[in-house]
């Protein structure tokens, strides 16, 4: 008969080998997949995300960036949709606000380092070269192609614009005004998808999958700006291998 100190440390010996084999249950991530349905009728980019496509779309939530941590505060939470025609690929934000504000006027200005929405595309999900695109609550645009997200020339990516884009902002507060309270900001964006394609990488729906990623760079009165993310990249958000999934769907 084995003694209880030998049946305790055999046992013990099987926990441990079986955790090196399978490592802790804990550090599974989450599998980060957005599917895009076919629009069903026509969509206006008026910023307010009302049509019948919309609210049928597929909704996820950004969390913080550097944490991967849900947010839990209701009014910094932040949501994304997508949906696509022949033509466009849609991207809708939702965005919880007190402070919404943006000072910049230009196109292709330093957004993100004020309050910004962001979305990364890696169409031929090289996770090297991609097409990112930012939009302010005062609906100015940021375009950028990257061809090395290590040394991003800023001067140089920002010479890329997407001639076609649509973009709209509706502020449920008052922009600007960083004295009262507000609600909410959306933001509808419509990308063509013959300017960020080619030949060789058509969309196919039913088949055609791209690398994306979602970003928000929230900064109310009297807070420091926090980056939020769907699929958390930690301090960059330009890590093109940690993007999540789009697929589009038939």
């Known amino acids: 008969m084995k003694c209880p100190e030998f049946a305790t440390a055999l046992i013990a010996g ?8 399978n490592g802790p249950q804990q550090q599974h991530q989450p599998e980060f997949r957005i599917t895009a349905a076919m629009a069903t009728g026509a969509i ?39 949906c696509f025609d022949e033509k466009m690929l849609f991207v809708g934000f939702i965005c919880n606000d007190p402070d919404i504000w ?59 614009d997407l001639s076609n884009i649509k973009t709209a902002v509706s502020v449920n507060g008052s922009l600007n005004k960083r004295d009262d309270r507000d609600t ?22 039913g088949k055609t999958q791209w690398k994306i990623n979602f970003y928000r760079v929230n900064a109310d009165a009297g807070e420091p700006s926090t980056g939020y993310a769907w699929s958390p990249t930690g301090a960059r958000f330009h890590k093109p291998s940690v993007f999540g999934t789009l697929f589009f769907e038939k």
């Open 44 to 82: 206006s980019v008026d910023g307010l995300l009302d049509e019948t496509a919309w609210q049928s779309a597929q909704t996820v939530t950004l969390r913080d960036n550097r944490s991967g941590d849900p947010v839990t505060e209701k009014d910094i939470q932040t949501w994304v949709k997508a």
């Open 184 to 205: 909410v900001w959306t933001v509808e964006i419509a990308i063509p998808l013959a300017e960020i394609t080619d030949a060789e990488h058509p969309v196919v729906p």
């Open 102 to 160: 943006s000072t910049f006027t230009k196109r292709d200005e330093h957004l993100w380092e004020e309050e910004v929405v962001e979305v990364f595309l890696d169409t031929d999900q090289d996770e090297n070269t991609y097409v990112e695109i930012e939009v302010s609550p005062a609906n100015v645009l940021f375009d950028s192609y990257i061809v090395d997200p290590q040394n991003i020339d800023v001067a140089a990516t920002k010479a890329y």
């Open 14 to 21: 099987l926990l441990l080998t079986c955790l090196a084999c």
